[in-house]
Every structure is written in C-alpha cells, then in structure tokens.
C-alpha cells in the first residue's frame, strides 16, 4: 500500500476532492477520520462521486446495526454512491468522529464498471453505529478523481482526515 495523499481540514467543508488519481496501481482504499457538522442528526451518511459524474450511473447495498437494532437498504439509479459510512454529528457530540475504509477495486480498468466496498463505524458514547456497504459506478471510465460529501446536508467538521492510498 503506498500513500498518494492526506487532506486534514483545519476548517469545516462541504467536500473532500482527491483529484489527479494516478492510474500507477491496480487498487485504490481511503481511510477517514471524520464528523460532521448537521446540528439536526447524532450522524451522518456520506456519499462519493467519481470523475465528477453526478447522472444517475451509481448504485449500492448496506448493511448497517448499532447494537440495539440492524438494518439494511440499498439503490439503483442514483447520483451518487451513498451509504459508505455513518460519521458523528451534533447533538451527540461534537468532538466524536467515526473512522472507515473505502476501497475502489480495478479503479483503473477501463473494461469494467467499478466497484466499491467500505467499513466503517463510530462510538458516541455507547451509542455507535458500524456500516458495511457494496457499490457500483457503471462507467468504464478510469477514476481520475473522487469527490466525497454528506448527502443529507451540513459539513464535515474541522479535523475531518481523509487519506488516499494505492494499492499494488
């Protein structure tokens, strides 16, 4: 695994943008250290997406629990891959953050859709959540950029990391 670049916000943003993506390795995984800023939910969801393409060329699975209960969902036909992980937001407290990992298979491969797998979680005082999700970009195109976002609104908060790395 070799590290192609950090962002660490030293203030609240709207987006996290990795762009200029390498096609040097068969893989792609980002790690997150992150919260958000929705005064309005204890967390958030997140959404990727690629090259820019926001048509309706995404779709995905999850599964997701927090101890007391679990769920599952999932799309087709969307503008975005959602569901990659649920992160902390206020009311339940804002210095909490949640961590996960995204991976991007064959990113590169310019014959096939790409596919995405991410895990991640959070513990808000004993009142975490964890979230396994399945995604797809039906385009064949090569990722040369991803842009991340929280769907239902607000920022990630000051502190947010996101790192990208390739893989071999």
Same mark, same amino acid.
């Not at 995905?60 to 927090?66: F, M, Q, R």
């Not at 090569?142 to 790192?163: K, Q, V």
């Given at each position: =695994? ?12 709207? &987006? ?5 993506? !390498? ?27 690629? +090259? %820019?393409?926001?048509? /309706? ?18 799309? #087709?036909?969307?503008? $975005?891959?959602? /569901?990659? %992980?649920?992160? !902390? ?5 804002? @210095?909490?953050?949640? /961590? ?10 310019? +014959? ?7 895990? #991640? ?13 399945? #995604?797809?970009?039906? @385009? ?5 950029? =991803? &842009? $991340? ?16 790395? #390739?893989?071999?």
């Amino acid at each position: =695994m070799f590290h192609i670049s950090t962002t660490t916000l030293s203030t609240s943003s709207s &987006t996290i943008t990795f762009g200029s993506i !390498p096609a040097d390795y068969t893989h792609l995984q980002v790690r997150w250290f992150a919260a958000g800023t929705l005064a309005s939910a204890d967390h958030v969801g997140m959404k990727v997406n690629f +090259n %820019s393409d926001t048509g /309706a060329n995404y779709a995905y699975h999850e599964l997701a629990g927090d101890g007391a209960s679990a769920s599952s969902g999932g799309g #087709g036909g969307n503008n $975005f891959i959602a /569901a990659l %992980s649920r992160i !902390p937001a206020p009311p339940t407290n804002s @210095s909490i953050f949640g /961590a996960s990992t995204f991976d991007i298979l064959d990113y590169a491969n310019t +014959n096939k859709y790409k596919t995405t797998r991410g895990l #991640g979680g959070n513990d808000r005082n004993g009142a975490g959540s964890a979230k396994l999700s399945y #995604g797809v970009w039906l @385009s064949a195109s090569a990722i040369t950029s =991803m &842009t $991340f976002a929280i769907p239902d609104g607000g920022n990630f908060a000051t502190y947010s990391s996101f790192s990208l790395y #390739g893989v071999k």
